[in-house]
């Protein structure tokens, strides 16, 4: 990679010389009477399956009998997408599976040492693979939650005039009750916005961390806790044909953003590795617009209201100056990040790293396969310890792949969340997953740089220690019935 030793010496240095902080968060909050249950109250378990029973047959009646009427055009868009997505991927897949990869089956070359690929010239095929442009802006990393959600807080706390929250979970833990808590107190003063998925929040509502403290009380319905005694507003994505947001991006009075992976919860905070973006500059502008459409969509007037945000246009409140910043994102009949992602492992020369919670989508890994037998030092990194037990049983598989076509594999310790790529010195971060649902289904935006400093920044704070904190997987890894058919189910459906 060229400059790995320097890197790995300046990061090395950061780790030993780093402190620790904390965020200024209570411990406890105050719920009101009837509107939470203990998290180890006996009746709790019935009363939160009751409630979800609730939320899931409200999910159930908006998509299939609410979207129709005030969201044809993505109703009927969402159908049509997934029909061909999910008909050309199996497709694929049976190709992949019984020709292209067995074609593969040869000696494993050695590591080529071939200069990285022309930054310059692969930034302009992106233009025509995506169909998006560059614009500009500045990136800054949040690694772990305790150094991001310090700083979101010391942004919302800041706000002069609007805070637009767009997330899959606003999960009703201790921690995303106090960030509620904390926004109910500012929608006093400016606009708060909280846009969320309906199928994400549902599920997540469910489930509790591991370290939730056993007093904790949660709120049966965050939307309703968020909205009550208070000036915030919040509107739940509907779900055309069960798909979903998966975006996650707050923006602070139209000029400042994250971007990223996490959501509002837990987990993110304390007991997860995970990674957002705090960006300023013109791409906050693409990235407010997007947003608002997304507001507007998830109103009453669903797809009208969308259009009339549209034609509006995108307005122009932030910064100026900057580098050149690529927004990419996941959209019915338009799959970009996987697109661009392909072909960036494509057009790599020298090395391809990876850090993903989620890794199941095949051509990916074919393509990574081939890039190895061009002399490519491709390395992947995948958490110890997964959130999804299929998905856990499909990465298992995936390892075993990865390695007999001589890709290095990590083993995070514990879970780490992280979407980010690096190839040849062009990096992409965001909110997508390497499976089905991010690539080709789901809604999902990433950024992308080539921005020298930028992506060295995300080698030094992310790669490098996550490199060193790691397990090389270097033997397969026991791999059961049970196993491949998760990951068959995986490829399908996830």
């Known amino acids: 990679m060229?400059?790995?030793?320097?890197?790995?010496?300046?990061?090395?240095?950061?780790?030993?010389?780093?402190?620790?902080?904390?965020?200024?968060?209570?411990?406890?909050?105050?719920?009101?009477?009837?509107?939470?249950?203990?998290?180890q109250d006996p009746r709790s378990s019935?009363?939160?399956?009751?409630?979800?029973?609730?939320?899931?047959?409200?999910?159930?009646?908006?998509?299939?009998?609410?979207?129709?009427?005030?969201?044809?055009?993505?109703?009927?868009t969402t159908l049509g997408s997934l029909a061909l997505k999910s008909t050309g991927g199996l497709l694929k897949r049976v190709s992949l599976s019984t020709v292209q990869m067995p074609a593969l089956a040869d000696e494993i070359p050695p590591l080529s040492q071939a200069a990285p690929m022309d930054l310059i010239e692969f930034e302009r095929t992106l233009d025509k693979v995506t169909g998006t442009r560059q614009d500009k802006g500045r990136i800054r990393f949040h690694v772990d939650g305790v150094e991001y959600f310090g700083r979101l807080m010391e942004t919302i706390d800041a706000a002069q005039e609007s805070v637009d929250i767009r997330t899959y979970i606003f999960d009703n833990d201790d921690f995303a009750v106090a960030m509620a808590d904390?926004?109910?107190?500012?929608?006093?003063?400016?606009?708060?916005?909280?846009?969320?998925?309906?199928?994400?929040?549902?599920?997540?509502?469910?489930?509790?961390?591991?370290?939730?403290?056993?007093?904790?009380?949660?709120p049966l319905s965050m939307s309703m806790y968020m909205e009550r005694d208070s000036a915030v507003e919040v509107r739940n994505q509907t779900n055309p044909w069960f798909t979903g947001?998966?975006?996650?991006?707050?923006?602070?009075?139209?000029?400042?953003?994250?971007?990223?992976?996490?959501?509002?919860?837990?987990?993110?905070?304390?007991?997860?590795?995970?990674?957002?973006?705090?960006?300023?500059?013109?791409?906050?502008?693409?990235?407010q617009f997007e947003s608002d459409k997304a507001w507007a969509r998830g109103g009453l007037l669903g797809d009208f209201a969308n259009a009339l945000r549209f034609?509006?246009?995108?307005?122009?409140?932030?910064?100026?100056?900057?580098?050149?910043?690529?927004?990419?994102?996941?959209?019915?009949?338009?799959?970009?990040?996987?697109?661009a992602q392909i072909a960036a492992?494509?057009?790599?020369?020298?090395?391809?790293?990876?850090?993903?919670?989620?890794?199941?989508?095949?051509?990916?890994?074919?393509?990574?396969?081939?890039?190895?037998?061009?002399?490519?030092d491709v390395r992947v990194i995948i958490p110890a310890k997964g959130n999804h037990g299929p998905l856990n049983a499909s990465n298992r598989v995936t390892i075993n792949t990865l390695l007999r076509h001589g890709i290095r594999v990590y083993e995070y310790p514990g879970m780490s969340h992280i979407k980010a790529a690096v190839y040849d010195g062009w990096a992409c971060v965001g909110s997508a997953n390497f499976d089905k649902l991010s690539l080709k289904v789901n809604k999902e935006l990433n950024l992308a740089t080539s921005h020298p400093e930028t992506v060295n920044a995300l080698l030094e704070q992310v790669f490098i220690p996550d490199l060193i904190a790691s397990r090389e997987i270097t033997v397969p890894v026991a791999v059961r019935l049970p196993d491949r058919l998760y990951e068959i189910a995986v490829d399908e459906l996830l």
Not at 311 to 328: F, N, S, T
């Open 245 to 287: 947001d998966h975006v996650k991006t707050t923006i602070i009075d139209k000029r400042i953003a994250f971007v990223g992976g996490m959501n509002i919860g837990r987990e993110y905070r304390y007991d997860w590795h995970d990674m957002m973006m705090e960006v300023t500059g013109p791409v906050v502008d693409h990235l």
């Open 182 to 218: 904390r926004l109910k107190q500012r929608s006093e003063e400016v606009r708060v916005r909280v846009l969320l998925d309906s199928i994400g929040n549902m599920l997540a509502t469910q489930a509790d961390p591991e370290s939730l403290p056993a007093d904790h009380r949660h």
């Open 2 to 39: 060229g400059n790995h030793a320097k890197l790995l010496l300046i990061a090395s240095l950061s780790i030993a010389m780093a402190g620790c902080a904390s965020a200024p968060y209570p411990a406890g909050h105050d719920v009101p009477r009837g509107q939470a249950v203990g998290a």
């Open 311 to 339: 034609l509006q246009g995108k307005k122009e409140r932030a910064d100026r100056g900057g580098y050149p910043v690529r927004v990419l994102q996941t959209r019915n009949f338009n799959s970009q990040i996987h697109k």
């Open 345 to 376: 492992i494509q057009n790599a020369r020298s090395y391809i790293l990876i850090e993903n919670a989620y890794f199941s989508d095949d051509r990916t890994i074919y393509e990574l396969a081939k890039a190895r037998r061009r002399g490519v």
């Open 46 to 76: 019935i009363t939160r399956r009751v409630t979800g029973l609730g939320h899931a047959t409200w999910v159930y009646g908006r998509s299939v009998y609410e979207n129709p009427i005030n969201r044809p055009v993505s109703h009927v």
